[in-house]
């Protein structure tokens, strides 16, 4: 199982972005064994990238999230209060960025692996 980072969820549907060919064979591999999740987060990053004019989503928003979220492309995980509570797991000098905060923390209580470029968090060791 893999949990997809925001950037590489969109990246990963768009067939866009900085993806080399066996990150998207892996994601693809995993997508077939119903192994791809996502935090209920990364729908709520993508609607403010939409809503901020920096994500343009065919035909419109609520289809292509629906259809992006569609139980045999990836599982939502839902943001709850053991999500919220394993934010605590977090070392001290990690952002502050919310979104970054949830989908990290889901990944850690989940203990499943975090897919992401973000250098920040990889330094982190995510």
């Known amino acids: 199982m893999i949990l ?3 950037h590489v969820w969109l990246w990963w549907l768009l067939e866009e972005g900085d993806l080399d060919e066996s990150e998207r064979a892996i994601i693809d591999e995993q997508a077939l064994n119903g192994e791809v999740v996502i935090s209920a987060a990364t729908i709520w990053e ?10 343009v989503l065919d ?11 569609d139980p045999q492309i990836c599982k939502v995980i839902p943001i709850d209060e ?5 934010q605590q797991k977090l070392p001290e000098e990690f952002p502050d960025d919310p979104a ?3 989908i ?3 990944a850690l209580l989940k203990d499943i692996p975090l897919a992401t470029k973000d250098e920040v968090l990889q330094e ?3």
Request: proline residues 3%; without cysteine; glycine residues 6%.
């Open 46 to 55: 993508a609607e403010l990238l939409h809503r901020s004019g920096d994500l």
């Open 59 to 69: 035909p419109d928003f609520e289809t292509w999230i629906r259809r992006a979220t």
């Open 100 to 102: 970054d905060r949830i």
């Open 124 to 126: 982190l060791g995510f």
């Open 104 to 106: 990290v923390a889901t």
């Open 82 to 86: 053991e999500v919220i509570l394993a």
């Open 4 to 6: 997809l980072d925001t």
